[in-house]
DNA sequence: CCATAGATGCACT
DNA sequence: GTGCATCTATGGC
């Protein structure tokens, strides 16, 4: 049945990514596509703040590729990274402030056949566990990149749902090295869905052949 | 549950 | 050329 919520204006995201993220936590996030309606409960996310946060895909200043986060609140930041996986951000703060909240996980709470599919099968709690997982459960792609997420006509929207009794707990993020001791991560305590974590795991570089 | 390796395209140095 | 805001498969406990 359908999930029922305010949808977020554009002033819910016209603030710090930090004080946005927790706020996103048990809220719910729906896209449709000719494919149908998907919706998912985020359980899990982390901020992004480029001015200072050296984790920031915008911390070295605009490029083409981070040209959305610098951009209007309320629009999708969507990356493609490792070769093979895209992760959805949304844009907080004003334009010209680098600012984003990376939707790690959560749990599918409409749609869970079309996400199943779109997720070759997976079982129920692991659809939207990981920000990857996360784009592919809800069919959210290349093409989705500075869509906006306040505009109806998007496809996209924000559902705020009341807050829940559950605990909001705060730890380093996953996956970055610079910045890791920042606490930006945030979750629903005892949620299923959450992510496992995983500190930054250092490759090690090929070991050369000795010199000889 | 934990740890590791490989896949893979591209933005940026 | 280097290093990813990751996932899956595989193996061990």
Not at 118 to 136: C, D, K, N, Q
Not at 147 to 155: E, H, I, M, T, Y
Request: charge should be positive.
């Amino acid at each position: 049945m359908a999930v029922t919520g305010r949808v977020a204006g554009r002033g819910f995201f016209n603030r710090s990514a930090v004080v946005v993220a927790p706020d996103l936590l048990g809220c719910v996030i729906e896209h449709v596509t000719d494919d149908g309606l998907v919706a998912v409960r985020l359980t899990e996310v982390e901020a992004y703040s480029g001015d200072l946060d050296p984790a920031s895909h915008a911390y070295r200043g605009p490029t083409p590729r981070n040209a959305v986060m610098f951009g209007a609140p309320g629009h999708l930041y969507v990356y493609f990274t490792y070769g093979m996986h895209f992760c959805a951000n949304v844009v907080c703060e004003g334009v010209g402030v680098a600012s984003a909240v990376l939707l790690r996980a959560g749990e599918v709470v409409e749609g869970a056949e079309l996400a199943t599919h779109r997720r070759g099968g997976a079982l129920s709690r692991e659809l939207a566990r990981g920000p990857a997982r996360l784009t592919v459960a809800l069919g959210i792609g290349r093409d989705d990149n500075g869509l906006d997420v306040c505009n109806a006509g998007s496809g996209l929207r924000l559902r705020r749902v009341r807050a829940t009794a559950q605990r909001v707990l705060a730890g380093p993020r996953v996956g970055v090295s610079a910045g890791a001791q920042t606490p930006w991560r945030f979750w629903l305590d005892g949620e299923p869905t959450v992510s496992r974590y995983r500190a930054h795991a250092p490759k090690r570089r090929a070991v050369k052949p000795a010199a000889r």
